[in-house]
T-cell receptor, first 112, second 117 residues
Framework: GENVEQHPSTLSVQEGDSAVIKCTYS??????FPWYKQELGKRPQLIID?????GEKKDQRIAVTLNKTAKHFSLHITETQPEDSAVYFC???????????FGAGTRLFVKA | DTAVSQTPKYLVTQMGNDKSIKCEQN?????MYWYKQDSKKFLKIMFSYNNKELIINETVPNRFSPKSPDKAHLNLHINSLELGDSAVYFCASSQRVTGVSPNNEQFFGPGTRLTVL
């Protein structure tokens, strides 16, 4: 069945450093790849997304890359800040957008 | 101006009871979802509805019965609650777009923390 693997499960960085989270997906029909940030006790919120016809997208300190051939996509956060500390989920959307498979999440700690 | 709302926020109940969670969105979206987030934070799709019609049922036990009276509401009724049902349940909605990739951002509700004793 469809699966999304996410690594690492935990990531600790110093403030100002970069953080990279990597995901792979199994369903070649997936065509939309969102990233969600979930702070403790809060709801997941979209931070960036990429569609299958694009290889890279950037929004200020956040960038996402997609390699459709390898079925890999990655999140890059530069100049990390303590408020970036949260759980980050990658996801792959399939079945016409009605089914989104989430990765297991990465708990990011940014140390001041 | 709450976009996606859920009630109740917390639900504590005994095994074997029946309970319901309500969800409403005022975004005008066509598609709504239910997700279960377990204690390890794993987020798993349960159901997807589009214009009140069930599209995806992700092998969820029959004890879970979603109902969509209109496209702005998707409620979840759970019969004969079990210990393993304890989790946070999130409702979400999205508006599919036409074009090459008809998928779009999902807006999540605040979650309902269900505890089964």
């Amino acid at each position: 069945g469809e699966n999304v693997e996410q690594h690492p499960s935990t990531l600790s960085v110093q403030e100002g450093d970069s953080a990279v989270i990597k995901c792979t997906y199994s369903d070649s029909a997936s065509n939309y790849f969102p990233w969600y940030k979930q702070e403790l006790g809060k709801r997941p919120q979209l931070i960036i997304d990429i569609r299958s016809n694009v290889g890279e997208k950037k929004d200020q300190r956040i960038a996402v890359t997609l390699n459709k051939t390898a079925k890999h996509f990655s999140l890059h956060i530069t100049e990390t800040q303590p408020e970036d500390s949260a759980v980050y989920f990658c996801a792959a959307s399939t079945s016409g957008g009605f089914k989104t498979i989430f990765g297991a999440g990465t708990r990011l700690f940014v140390k001041a | 101006d709450t976009a996606v709302s859920q009630t109740p926020k917390y639900l504590v109940t005994q095994m074997g009871n029946d309970k319901s969670i309500k969800c409403e969105q005022n975004l005008g979206h066509d598609t709504m979802y239910w997700y279960k987030q377990d204690s390890k934070k794993f987020l798993k799709i349960m159901f997807s509805y589009n214009n009140k019609e069930l599209i995806i049922n992700e092998t969820v036990p029959n004890r879970f019965s979603p109902k969509s009276p209109d496209k702005a509401h998707l409620n979840l009724h759970i019969n004969s609650l079990e210990l393993g049902d304890s989790a946070v349940y999130f409702c979400a909605s999205s508006q599919r777009v036409t074009g090459v990739s008809p998928n779009n951002e999902q807006f999540f509700g605040p979650g309902t923390r269900l505890t089964v004793l």
